[in-house]
């Protein structure tokens, strides 16, 4: 694994993750790594490259030599496949869908593991997903599990995507992020659960500033700041 610190923060969909990720990662001056935005760039550019999503030998090339970057750039993360700013795109929730199905292939989670571990460089590393303390970066100092009530995250959800300008009912979020749920959490491949070692954080009813409170408090106990 590395020596470079590491903090996880992994939870279901829609729990806050990716904002309280990069929130502590700017506080801490360190690097992010969103590995959900690999599975969904993924499944996104395969569906592009007409690649069945149950093709395991041709995700596993395309993994292998995905042409993605991440620029970051005043606190903010640009996506980059092939040239093409998919930031936007990728937060749809169609690919969020492809993404989920990918994800539950071991050969393709294979593939991006290497990719995934070398974003660990100096001072350190806040990474973000499903399986990035029980999996990814098992040595990993602090690792965190934030979660939230189905409702609470769809609610969430709803207005990130009416501030995009996508459409989506309420009713139709929470069975969708249920039904991920029982996919993420039910997997043969790396299910969705807290790290033995996890801090679990409920956040249904805490502010973003709550829980990056929290998250710092935990470092700085660990002495990693």
Same mark, same amino acid.
């Given at each position: 694994?590395?020596?470079?610190?590491?903090?996880?923060?992994?939870?279901?969909?829609?729990?806050?993750?990716?904002? &309280?990720?990069?929130?502590?990662? =700017?506080?801490?001056?360190?690097?992010?790594?969103?590995?959900?935005?690999?599975?969904?760039?993924?499944?996104?550019?395969?569906? @592009?490259?007409?690649? =069945?999503?149950?093709?395991?030998?041709?995700?596993?090339?395309?993994?292998?030599?995905?042409?993605?970057?991440?620029?970051?750039?005043?606190?903010?993360?640009?996506?980059?496949?092939?040239?093409?700013? &998919?930031? @936007?795109?990728?937060?749809?929730?169609?690919?969020?869908?492809?993404?989920?199905?990918?994800?539950?292939?071991?050969? *393709? $989670?294979?593939?991006?593991?290497?990719?995934?571990?070398?974003?660990?460089?100096?001072?350190?590393?806040?990474?973000?997903?499903?399986?990035?303390?029980?999996?990814?970066?098992?040595?990993?100092?602090?690792?965190?599990?934030?979660?939230?009530?189905?409702?609470?995250?769809?609610?969430?959800?709803?207005?990130?995507?009416?501030?995009?300008?996508?459409?989506?009912?309420?009713?139709?979020?929470?069975?969708?992020?249920?039904?991920?749920?029982? $996919?993420?959490? @039910?997997?043969?491949?790396?299910?969705? $659960?807290?790290?033995?070692?996890?801090?679990?954080?409920?956040?249904?009813?805490?502010? *973003?500033?709550?829980?990056? @409170?929290?998250?710092?408090?935990?470092?700085?106990?660990?002495?990693? &700041?």
């Amino acid at each position: 694994m590395t020596e470079t610190a590491v903090l996880t923060i992994d939870g279901p969909v829609s729990s806050g993750k990716g904002t &309280v990720a990069r929130l502590v990662a =700017a506080r801490l001056g360190w690097h992010l790594l969103d590995s959900g935005a690999l599975y969904r760039v993924l499944g996104y550019y395969a569906r @592009n490259q007409g690649v =069945a999503l149950d093709d395991e030998a041709a995700l596993v090339s395309l993994a292998k030599a995905l042409p993605v970057r991440f620029v970051e750039s005043q606190g903010e993360t640009a996506v980059i496949l092939d040239g093409e700013d &998919v930031s @936007n795109i990728i937060r749809q929730e169609s690919v969020g869908e492809l993404a989920s199905q990918v994800a539950v292939l071991q050969p *393709v $989670r294979d593939a991006l593991l290497a990719r995934q571990q070398a974003f660990a460089e100096s001072p350190g590393l806040v990474a973000d997903g499903r399986d990035m303390g029980t999996v990814v970066f098992t040595d990993a100092p602090l690792k965190i599990y934030l979660t939230a009530s189905a409702e609470e995250r769809a609610r969430r959800r709803f207005e990130q995507l009416k501030e995009k300008g996508f459409g989506a009912t309420l009713a139709t979020l929470v069975e969708d992020i249920r039904t991920r749920d029982d $996919r993420d959490m @039910n997997r043969e491949v790396a299910p969705l $659960r807290p790290a033995d070692d996890a801090v679990v954080i409920d956040s249904t009813t805490l502010s *973003v500033d709550d829980v990056v @409170n929290r998250i710092l408090d935990e470092a700085a106990a660990r002495q990693l &700041v």
